[in-house]
């Protein structure tokens, strides 16, 4: 059975529980383990291990990273998650269990940045790239063991130890026969975990697995799941793959192949980022326009750091408000040329912002860059109503360049302080 140490990728008998050459006790052997390449990778808690690089003394301190007090999590690193504290969860939940934690605002800039040396170290890889978010894609190594000299695990071993010591995050691998099995492997032995569901194994491993384990199953679907008396894998090796379709539609169908771990879909380095937004939730219901005023310039920023992180511009600018009543509003408008300036998106969701005083107090807000396209097709003519717009345009660029070498709060603008 093949097997190697994790940390100095020195192959090892299998059935020693510690590495014969660096005596650590991460050894990792699977029957499969050399024939296998499909990946996901998942960065470990990535905002608050960023945070924690940025500054040394956050080491062994419970971190979240999220809004304030009415706000949600983002995330939280290890330490805050032992005390209960979940991602997507109210901050004033995420600070009954863990009350000495330290709260960080998210820095998507920084984020992003980072995630672009990590997407580099992946393309030295293989380019079947697929991401999913910032932090975790899926990679297709196959046929590239005569490439690089060793075999796709090993590949992948080397590729979360360099993105520890370069850049000082880490990340956990989940390696299987296609996509639905890698992304559930790469979950089970977080942080810094590597695991394996070989093609042998499929069926034993899902057996009495819960579907919530499905990606994109989530609580509603979950629910009717239950209400069908499915709630693990063998509940649904029990349907007929047409009462299944006749009950749940497409997802029926879908849920019928992954019941029996078949999932034949690609990893498509082209999967379309459909959208980019980000919102935040307030201490008090307001209706101040200043104070809307500043969120909507701060969130419009956030917005264009990471269209520019990922070369994307957009043409339709999204203003989301959610009211006292906790009941929603949605403003869109279509722009006459992709941007992904924030000049522009804030512009734009500022005039949206107008056209909905009437509804205020708020509690959320939001602002989001849809019908995305390359950054080459992004303001490429002027605005004849708007003769400073080119003006602003280029102080923007300026400013990013600044930040770039200095920081994030090198230059702030003055709206963005209300």
């Known amino acids: ?29 699977h029957p499969e383990l050399y024939d296998l390449g499909i990946a996901h990778m998942d960065c470990d808690a990535f905002y608050a291990s960023v945070e924690k690089r940025d500054d ?12 304030g007090r009415r706000g949600v999590v983002s995330t939280a690193c290890y330490v805050a998650r032992i005390r209960g ?13 863990c009350p000495d934690a330290v709260i960080i605002k998210p820095r998507m800039e920084v984020y992003a940045a980072v995630s672009r040396q990590i997407r580099a170290m992946m393309e030295d890889l293989t380019p079947a790239i697929e ?19 060793a075999p796709p695990a090993v590949m992948l ?8 010591d370069e850049l000082g995050v880490t990340g956990s691998i989940g390696l299987s026969h296609n996509k639905f099995l890698a992304k559930i ?34 609580q509603a679907a979950q629910a009717s799941l239950e209400a069908a008396g499915i709630r693990t894998f063998s509940d649904l090796l029990r349907w ?3 009462d299944l379709h006749a009950r749940f539609g497409a997802m029926g169908d879908r849920l019928w192949h992954l019941a029996r771990g078949q999932d034949h879909r690609r990893v498509d380095a082209r999967a379309p980022v459909k959208s980019i937004s980000n919102e935040t939730t307030f201490h008090e219901d307001t209706g101040n326009l200043d104070i809307l005023d500043g969120h909507i310039w701060r ?17 339709v600018v999204t203003l989301k408000l959610k009211r006292a009543n906790h009941t929603s509003l949605t403003r869109r408008q279509s722009l006459r040329d992709a941007s992904q300036m924030a000049d522009t998106i804030y512009r734009t969701a500022r005039g949206l912002m107008d056209g909905a005083t009437g509804e205020a107090p708020f509690r959320l807000i939001g602002v989001g860059l849809s019908d995305l396209v390359d950054e080459s097709a992004a303001d490429l003519s002027g605005d004849l109503l708007d003769p400073g717009a080119a003006q602003r345009s280029g102080a923007e660029r300026a400013r990013d360049q600044i930040r770039a070498r200095f920081g994030e709060a090198a230059i702030v603008k003055g709206r963005a302080l209300r």
């Not at 071993?157 to 520890?164: E, T």
């Not at 969130?299 to 043409?315: D, H, M, T």
Request: charged letters at 25%; one cysteine or more; hydrophobic letters at 40%.
């Open 131 to 149: 991401p999913l978010s910032l932090d975790e894609a899926f990679m297709d190594l196959r046929g590239t063991a005569r490439l690089h000299g």
């Open 240 to 242: 007929e793959r047409t």
């Open 185 to 218: 492997a790469s979950d089970l032995d977080k942080p810094r975990g590597f695991s394996v569901i070989g093609a042998a194994e499929t069926g034993a491993f899902l057996q009495d697995r819960p579907v919530r384990l499905i990606w994109g199953v989530g």
């Open 157 to 164: 071993a080397r590729l979360v130890r360099r993105m520890r």
């Open 1 to 29: 059975m093949p097997a190697f140490c994790r940390d100095c990728l020195t192959e090892t008998p299998p059935d020693q529980r510690r590495c014969a050459a660096c005596g650590r006790p991460r050894v990792i052997s």
């Open 85 to 97: 504290v979940r991602s997507a969860m109210p901050m004033f939940q995420a600070l009954k269990l």
């Open 299 to 315: 969130l419009a920023e956030k917005v264009s750091g990471r269209a520019k992180a990922r070369q994307l511009a957009g043409r």
């Open 56 to 67: 040394p003394s956050l080491e062994g301190k419970p971190v979240i990273i999220g809004g």
